[in-house]
């Protein structure tokens, strides 16, 4: 089946702008993740959603991020008044389910969205 | 907080040979899983090994194997008969079993495939 899908590739937006990301998931795969990936900060765990429902919101960089993910499947991260920090590859992974063992905890990523703020 | 720890920002192997990627954690928890991704330049992270931790047996995945003492908290990977198509970024990641966390990645190391 298809793997972890993510659009735009690449988006350019001025400072000051609102921009969304979005992450389709392996088919299947109830689990889903956001991470940053910058020169500066390596790779972050931003969120994570179980089903339509994310537990802990605490990894979002700031006020100006925010999540959601509908009907199970597609997750929108949104960025409002962007900042020239927020220049980063954002990466969406999926995996089968939490708090099981073995494979279903491994997750799979998505090709990313590099965002680049002017 | 767990930690991932990297210590070698880059290597460089001779095709067809070799070669050992270091990976330290820390954590007090029992119940974890560690992982090896791998990054080209096409960004496309891909999963190479993973390790449960209650698992005393290294993992293997066709030429990729890895070391995996849990009392030194070491997971490296190593990986035989080098080809062109492993040069990449290499992560080591790790995730705790029992909650809420997405993984922790260390800070990677560029492999390099001299032909």
């Known amino acids: 089946g298809a793997g972890v899908s993510q659009s735009p590739s690449n988006k350019v937006t001025e400072k000051g702008k609102d921009v969304e990301l979005r992450c389709d998931p392996i088919?299947?795969?109830?689990?889903l993740y956001w991470y940053r990936q910058s020169l500066g900060q390596g790779l972050e765990f931003l969120i994570y959603?179980?089903?339509?429902?994310?537990?802990?919101k605490s990894g979002l960089p700031s006020d100006r991020f925010s999540a959601e993910r509908t009907g199970g499947s597609v997750s929108t991260l949104t960025i409002q008044r962007t900042q020239q920090e927020d220049s980063a590859v954002y990466l969406c992974?999926?995996?089968?389910?939490?708090?099981?063992?073995?494979?279903?905890?491994?997750?799979?990523f998505g090709p990313g969205t590099r965002l680049l703020v002017l | 907080a767990q930690t991932v720890t990297q210590s070698q920002p880059e290597m460089s192997v001779q095709e067809a040979e070799t070669v050992t990627l270091s990976c330290t954690y820390d954590?007090?928890?029992?119940?974890?899983?560690l992982f090896w991704y791998k990054q080209p330049p096409s960004r496309q992270m891909i999963l190479v090994i993973r390790?449960?931790?209650?698992k005393q047996q290294n993992a293997t995945e066709n030429r990729f194997s890895v070391n995996f003492q849990k009392a030194a908290k070491s997971f490296s990977l190593k990986i035989s008969d080098s080809q062109l198509g492993d040069a990449a970024m290499y992560f080591c990641?790790?995730?705790w079993g029992g909650g809420a966390d997405g993984l922790t990645f260390g800070k990677g190391t560029h492999l390099i495939i001299q032909p």
């Open positions: 088919s299947g795969h109830t689990a």
């Open positions: 959603f179980q089903g339509n429902s994310a537990p802990d």
């Open positions: 990641a790790y995730k």
């Open positions: 992974a999926s995996s089968l389910e939490r708090f099981l063992t073995g494979d279903q905890e491994t997750q799979y």
């Open positions: 954590t007090s928890e029992s119940d974890y899983y």
């Open positions: 390790q449960e931790a209650y």
